[in-house]
T-cell receptor, first 114, second 112 residues
Framework: NAGVMQNPRHLVRRRGQEARLRCSPM?????VYWYRQLPEEGLKFMVY????????ESGMPKERFSAEFPKEGPSILRIQQVVRGDSAAYFC????????????FGPGTRLTVL | SQKIEQNSEALNIQEGKTATLTCNYT??????LQWYRQDPGRGPVFLLL???NEKEKRKERLKVTFDTTLKQSLFHITASQPADSATYLC???????????WGAGTKLIIKP
């Protein structure tokens, strides 16, 4: 049973380009969460999605950031016109349900903006 | 709003001793609290969940306590080994039933 998969593991973009991060949840999991982590800091919640629905995007900047979780295929976190401040590790987690259910994390995508 | 405080300084422990990490929260007592382990370059891995009506939870060499009066959870690793070296994160539910709030983690170093 494969765990949560994220790709790419490392992504380098120049300022102004677009970054597209992918997350495939564990089999049987329909809840996906995206987090951002800066060095020496805790995880910051960005967005919570269920299949085809954004449930909570309160942690995601309103501009340049978007997320989706289509019926088929992985969840995508998209950052348009990246800036240096977007450089961070972005983690995706999935769970079977909500309400205290354990979240299983992917290995993360390390985004570097030059 | 809820805040979580974990000791930001690295904790150095001699192999074989018990390591104790602290997680304090500032506001309401959550229904549950979770502990995760994170190794460099990897995502967090779930270790233990303790509910508000549980005083203590154990799993092999790990023990977690939850004191809602002190607003604190303690995470213990007994008979520590160098392989236990990692950053340990505390997380608890936010005021929604799906969003977790995370501490910054405490780096644990077990010296042989």
């Amino acid at each position: 049973n494969a765990g949560v998969m994220q790709n790419p593991r490392h992504l380098v973009r120049r300022r102004g380009q677009e970054a597209r991060l992918r997350c495939s949840p564990m089999k049987g999991h329909s809840h996906v969460y995206w987090y951002r982590q800066l060095p020496e800091e805790g995880l910051k919640f960005m967005v919570y999605l269920q299949k085809e629905n954004i449930i909570d995007e309160s942690g995601m900047p309103k501009e340049r950031f978007s997320a989706e979780f289509p019926k088929e295929g992985p969840s995508i976190l998209r950052i348009q016109q990246v800036v240096r401040g977007d450089s961070a590790a972005y983690f995706c987690a999935s769970s079977r349900g909500i309400n205290t259910d354990t979240q299983y994390f992917g290995p993360g995508t390390r985004l570097t903006v030059l | 709003s809820q805040k979580i405080e974990q000791n930001s300084e690295a904790l150095n422990i001699q192999e074989g001793k018990t390591a104790t990490l602290t997680c304090n929260y500032t506001n309401y007592s959550p229904a549950y609290l979770q502990w995760y382990r994170q190794d460099p370059g990897r995502g967090p891995v779930f270790l233990l969940l303790i509910r508000e009506n549980e005083k203590e939870k154990r799993k092999e060499r790990l023990k977690v306590t939850f004191d809602t009066t002190l607003k604190q959870s303690l995470f213990h690793i007994t008979a520590s080994q160098p392989a236990d070296s990692a950053t340990y994160l505390c997380a608890l539910e936010a005021d929604s039933n799906y969003q977790l709030i995370w501490g910054a983690g405490t780096k644990l170093i077990i010296k042989p």
